[in-house]
């Protein structure tokens, strides 16, 4: 598998976007979808403005076995793309901007808003995402298949992912996450 070159530098050249099951589809068919479309579609989903947008994490690969915790699968599902940073910066990804919503709305206009993270450290549990380092883009992104590796949850979806695309995903590589997350004890 060769690797883009920000990839094989180390991860912090790539953003993640990870997907999910939804009815009734598993989220290994939705990934497959995603590459078969050659493009990750916007959605409004959890954007308190309903703007369409692309969420993704700009965390190191050690931390998204935090985000990635089989107890929060209804929020994330180990299946998605790591697309390369300097192309999603020139589709327009940007950093999100973490502040208390109401702050947000009195120094940024209403349409800029999709862009905020609502952070609440008084707030008892704590509202934080901080650790995910999103950034996001609006609308749909066209995905070029030398600057996107696919993730995995193992082997076994990596086998299924060739398998499904004849042998040559429209990807630069396929990369199970279990070979790269320390057992759990």
Known sequence: MKLPRTLARGWGGMLTHFTRASHPAAALDNLAAILSAGMIRASSRMIRTKRPVICFFDAPVEHL??????????????????????????????????????????????????????????????????????????????????????????????????????GHPPCAGVLPLKSLFPPRP
């Open 65 to 166: 076995a935090r985000v990635l915790d089989p107890r929060a699968r209804r929020r994330y599902e180990p299946f998605g793309i790591a697309v390369s940073k300097p192309y999603a910066f020139k589709m327009g990804a940007r950093p999100v901007i973490y502040l208390p919503w109401q702050e947000a709305a009195q120094i940024l206009p209403a349409s800029e808003l999709w862009r905020v993270v609502s952070l609440d450290l008084e707030r008892r549990p704590a509202v934080d995402w901080t650790f995910e380092r999103e950034w996001r883009m609006a609308g749909d992104l066209r995905l070029g298949s030398r600057d996107i590796v696919v993730l995995v949850e193992d082997w076994r979806d990596a086998d299924e992912i060739y398998a499904r695309f004849d």
